[in-house]
């Protein structure tokens, strides 16, 4: 095409390449023929002398890596891939298939730390090795990152690889496998003991009171993160999950209580989120705090009303408040950093404690009974055993 044009193009090294020019190009480029696909790419030089020695310095590389077989006979790049696997994944996302929050997350880690790195690569030669020599990569620049943290890289990873699978840019998906030399550890997830949680509730009123003399434009936002709050830890739902809920969704019931009174809940339908859809049976708390943003939005009409519970995820505040308050970090050891994924963490926990069995818990978070025994029941302990000190002789501590 480049003779077809009026266009130079130089046989080097007895013809195994060469180097040609192209239309709205002032660079020479270089390429070759093999196994039928003709691979180019540009030299970056103006000058014939200059291009000649990029080339041949290219070629060279190029043949080193067929001979390795690290050579990949397509041009696209992980980067490529990535970008139409975002595309795809956020399609989804509005389809109601996958969660909003998931993809959010995925875009920021493949943007802040996988793509600075497998950026350039050839999609086709990302194996199980890459992966380790990313790992090597990543622990030397955060020799403390924890295990949770690369999974969610490689989670990032693997999207990007799936869709280039499905696509056909790729004949084979590769498996990773990871090995550790220390076993895995089930981490506590961090929650708010009762005084705790009062203390939270204390601290955002008292924030929402001085932003009326200081702030007053700022008190609807204050309001709706104290009923974001009061909501989470009586339902249970994940940020995600809560983020999706319509007025539309919610429907309040009543039932009566251990003590026979007779007390609103709300059922919450079409839940969407990281497990699919679903359905959650609140506690009590979470009718009042309904009932105030209805008031506070003016819905007239719940039942038909499409419009999202809550306007905005007030985060910075909401870390604000936990700073304010010094519940910003557990007591435990060591000190875990609490966010609004805490709040779920405080319904299971409230739950367990107040003797609900783990299947319904799990059935209602739409989470396995497994997760809550070992991210919750574990490590409460004593705790969650009333009976434990029961005998049956007269002896009791043991003492004599």
Same mark, same amino acid.
């Given at each position: 095409?480049?003779?077809?044009?009026?266009?130079?193009?130089?046989?080097?090294?007895?013809?195994?390449?060469?180097?040609?020019?192209?239309?709205?190009?002032?660079?020479?480029?270089?390429?070759?023929?093999?196994?039928?696909?003709?691979?180019?790419?540009?030299?970056?030089?103006?000058?014939?002398?200059?291009?000649?020695?990029?080339?041949?310095?290219?070629?060279?590389?190029?043949?080193?890596?067929?001979?390795?077989?690290?050579?990949?006979?397509?041009?696209?790049?992980?980067?490529?891939?990535?970008?139409?696997?975002?595309?795809? &994944?956020?399609?989804?996302?509005?389809?109601?298939?996958?969660?909003?929050?998931?993809?959010?997350?995925?875009?920021?880690?493949?943007?802040?730390?996988?793509?600075?790195?497998?950026?350039?690569?050839?999609?086709? =030669?990302?194996?199980?090795? =890459?992966?380790?020599?990313?790992?090597?990569?990543?622990?030397?620049?955060?020799?403390?990152?924890?295990?949770?943290?690369?999974?969610?890289?490689?989670?990032?990873?693997?999207?990007?690889?799936?869709?280039?699978?499905?696509?056909?840019?790729?004949?084979?998906?590769?498996?990773?496998?990871?090995?550790?030399? =220390?076993?895995?550890?089930?981490?506590?997830?961090?929650?708010?003991?009762?005084?705790?949680?009062?203390?939270?509730?204390?601290?955002?009123?008292?924030?929402?009171?001085?932003?009326?003399?200081?702030?007053?434009?700022?008190?609807?936002?204050?309001?709706?993160?104290?009923?974001?709050?009061?909501?989470?830890?009586?339902?249970?739902?994940?940020?995600?999950?809560?983020?999706?809920?319509?007025?539309?969704?919610?429907?309040?019931?009543?039932?009566?209580?251990?003590?026979?009174?007779?007390?609103?809940?709300?059922?919450?339908?079409?839940?969407?989120?990281?497990?699919?859809?679903?359905?959650?049976?609140? &506690?009590?708390?979470?009718?009042?705090?309904?009932?105030?943003?209805?008031?506070?939005?003016?819905?007239?009409?719940?039942?038909?009303?499409?419009?999202?519970?809550?306007?905005?995820?007030?985060?910075?505040?909401?870390?604000?408040?936990?700073?304010?308050?010094?519940?910003?970090?557990?007591?435990?050891?060591?000190?875990?950093?609490?966010?609004?994924?805490?709040?779920?963490?405080?319904?299971?926990?409230?739950?367990?404690?107040?003797?609900?069995?783990? &299947?319904?818990?799990?059935?209602?978070?739409?989470?396995?009974?497994?997760?809550?025994?070992?991210?919750?029941?574990?490590?409460?302990?004593?705790?969650?055993?009333?009976?434990?000190?029961?005998?049956?002789?007269?002896?009791?501590?043991?003492?004599?």
């Amino acid at each position: 095409m480049a003779d077809a044009a009026g266009l130079a193009k130089i046989d080097l090294m007895n013809g195994r390449f060469h180097i040609f020019q192209r239309l709205n190009s002032s660079y020479w480029w270089v390429g070759f023929h093999h196994k039928g696909k003709y691979i180019r790419e540009s030299t970056k030089e103006k000058s014939q002398a200059a291009a000649e020695v990029a080339a041949e310095s290219w070629f060279l590389k190029k043949q080193i890596e067929i001979q390795s077989g690290q050579f990949a006979g397509s041009t696209k790049t992980f980067a490529s891939a990535a970008k139409g696997a975002l595309k795809a &994944y956020k399609e989804a996302v509005d389809r109601g298939h996958r969660s909003e929050e998931t993809y959010k997350g995925i875009e920021i880690i493949l943007k802040s730390r996988v793509l600075p790195y497998f950026g350039r690569l050839p999609v086709e =030669t990302i194996s199980n090795q =890459t992966w380790f020599e990313f790992k090597e990569y990543i622990y030397n620049l955060y020799p403390q990152i924890r295990r949770t943290t690369l999974h969610q890289y490689k989670n990032a990873v693997r999207v990007v690889l799936n869709h280039a699978y499905q696509r056909g840019t790729i004949k084979i998906l590769p498996v990773f496998k990871d090995s550790y030399t =220390t076993s895995k550890v089930e981490s506590p997830r961090p929650w708010f003991s009762f005084s705790e949680y009062y203390k939270l509730l204390a601290g955002i009123r008292r924030h929402i009171e001085s932003l009326k003399e200081i702030k007053p434009r700022w008190v609807e936002a204050a309001e709706e993160l104290y009923d974001y709050v009061i909501f989470g830890v009586n339902t249970g739902m994940r940020v995600s999950e809560i983020s999706n809920v319509r007025f539309c969704d919610v429907e309040i019931k009543s039932e009566k209580d251990n003590d026979g009174k007779k007390k609103d809940f709300l059922i919450i339908r079409n839940i969407k989120g990281k497990r699919g859809s679903g359905t959650c049976k609140s &506690y009590y708390g979470a009718s009042s705090a309904f009932h105030r943003i209805c008031s506070r939005r003016k819905i007239k009409s719940a039942k038909t009303s499409t419009a999202k519970l809550f306007v905005a995820h007030h985060r910075d505040l909401f870390n604000t408040i936990l700073a304010e308050t010094n519940l910003k970090f557990s007591s435990g050891q060591p000190p875990a950093k609490r966010d609004f994924i805490s709040l779920r963490a405080t319904y299971i926990c409230f739950r367990l404690l107040a003797g609900v069995d783990p &299947y319904e818990i799990a059935t209602n978070c739409r989470t396995s009974v497994q997760m809550i025994r070992d991210h919750y029941a574990r490590h409460l302990g004593g705790e969650l055993m009333p009976n434990i000190n029961r005998s049956g002789s007269q002896i009791e501590g043991w003492d004599r």
